[in-house]
């Protein structure tokens, strides 16, 4: 049976009720044996009932009186002892009730009962948070900001407590309790039908990897999102079918290896995934020449391979020569003048502070521009509290792993076939480059979402009408601005999914099929507008064909029947500027 | 041996034997029927109710159940009681003193259902 409140209760005031029941019992006993007399002096002996009665009134400190005739002194001695009996199991039942209240774990087991009936009547689509660290703190407020629910399960009270003073659209429900438990999964909702996805955000691996493995047994449904540090971790996640696996440190070597040779596909990514409110670029292309890399952990590690797959001179700093077993490595830290010399600092176009230790990096990074004032400055961030720090500094490029991950996680949760994107385009990087031109053109400098629009299951009802009755729409039709058909929303189509098939910046004028996927970015306004395409058939009639039908049943009906005017030639792209490539 | 297994077995079997003990007899003789048993009977079932609170097993649940139903009854039996001698006015005749009965027989077939589980617990665990 599931542990609950009540049963804790009932078990903590056994004692107390069973004191206060035989004191009761032992004072009606009292007052029915002890004889008295009634108003004439007569012998007479009070029955169980008055006798109850007698005791009720004395026991909760009412105190009627004698009754039904005066006492004798006999009784009056029994009814002081019932007095100071009952006072005390009165005092003893009471105090158990209120201990009970600021018992840890009876509020424990409250708290949970209270989660779990919280997380079983949530009625819309919502997600799994497991650890509620830095990252998962960034990840739950940015999901909530898009509107979403959020269940957070994390195994430290303090870092929970931070969820109640955190400001949310709709408070998330909180639980502390190890996410590696299965049973606590359950109680956050894991078989729960409005699950939508589970975010494994822990900073421990093998817990992550735990989740994984628990949602893909016990809910297969239900898409994992999880962040490893540990290839072999990443692997073994990849193995069973983790939908999404994010390795800060990889996908840091990634946008440098862009950074080197694609400026603009990093852009591209960048806004986006990052979401990033500035038109400004988070960082400058990457100069080719002879690299100074400091710290050779994982982080280290994944820039050098990097490096070298970019064919780079690099030279590496590390003060643990067990680490570098592979490679070359000049000892120590690089925060002295000596060692940046040594490794040749002079001739140097960047180098990479990539320690896990804060204060190492700044020292690193403020010495390398000592030395070198134009050097390139890579400096990773460890801590959040720092970002004043190296706000300060003003490197070339801060890489900070946990906003990394929040940003991948929030864009693959509310966009998963972004993914797909993603990976097409980091192989291949002229699409890329078309499709930041495209984007530039549409959205130009404004902010950027992303969304998919499904042509199937009801998702957008209009468009399936047409698709039914044979009628040709194509991609830049759901492009169109619903006010004014010759002017374009702020946005443009990224791919699309037909079975098997992705395509990669579908043309505009490629006419979608039921069934259809098509993943979008542009401004969350557009999003909006799209909606009123896919949702009201007079809307989609008046964009496809022009017409601007009656809405009424009775003008539908009664009402000048309208010839349907020449659908619009699709090369004429003269108006939308979005589609020129 | 464990003293709370033996306070738990004393005050069902007591509050079975107390009820029992008010019960027998011609069902509308006052004089078969004492009073005070029932009050008894009374207190020790709700002890016995009280002690089996908190017993998350599915046979905890069903010897709270039966105790619950048996508590109700025998409250209802004193309720009655109290108003055929005191508040009806015709005192514990024939007919009140079969009411309070009957009430009372009902309790005692739940505290039966209670000894069975008693019974039965302690035959499954063989030891």
Known sequence: MKSSAIFIALRRLRAPIVVLVLVYALGVLGFVLIPGVDADGKPWHMDIFHAFYVISYTATTIGFGELPYAFTDAQRLWTILVIYLSVFGWTYALGSLLALGRDRPFQQALHTQRFARGVHSIAEPFYLVCGYGETGGLVCAALDRAGLRVVVLEQDPARLAELDLQDFRSKPYGLVADVRSTDALRKAGLEHKRLAGVLALTNDDEANLKVAIAVRLLNPEVPVLARVRNKAVAANMASFGTDHIINPFTVFGEYLSLLLRAPRVYRLLDRLIGSAASPEPKARPLPRGHWIVCGYGRFGREVVACFDREGLDVTIIEPDPKRAANRTALPGTGTEADQLHSAGIESAVGIVAGTDDDVDNLSIAVTAREIRPEIYLVVRQNEQSNTPLFAALGADFTVVSRAIVSEHAVALVRTPRLECFIDRVISNEAAGEAAMTRLEAAVGSRKVTTWRTGVHHGAAPAIERALDRGQQITVEHLLREPGDRTTSLHAIALMLFRGEDEILLPPPGMPLAAGDDVLFAGTAGARERQRMILADDNVRDYVVLGRDIPGGWVWQRFGPKSTPLPERPVAQDGGSGNTAS | ?127
Do not use: C
């Open chain 2, 1 to 127: 041996m464990n003293i709370e297994k033996v306070v738990f077995a004393f005050f069902i079997v007591l509050s079975a034997t107390l009820n029992f003990g008010f019960v027998y007899g011609e069902i509308d003789n006052p004089a078969h029927h004492d009073v005070y048993e029932l009050f008894a009977s009374v207190v020790v079932n709700i002890v016995a109710m009280v002690l089996k609170f908190g017993d998350r097993t599915q046979v905890g649940a069903v010897h709270l159940a039966t105790s619950i139903v048996a508590v109700l009854q025998l409250i209802a039996a004193s309720i009655a009681w109290a108003w055929f001698a005191h508040i009806h006015g015709s005192g514990i005749d024939a007919a009140g003193i079969s009411t309070v009965v009957s009430l009372s027989a009902g309790a005692l077939l739940a505290n039966i259902v209670s000894l069975v589980l008693l019974v039965s617990e302690t035959l499954a665990l063989r030891r």
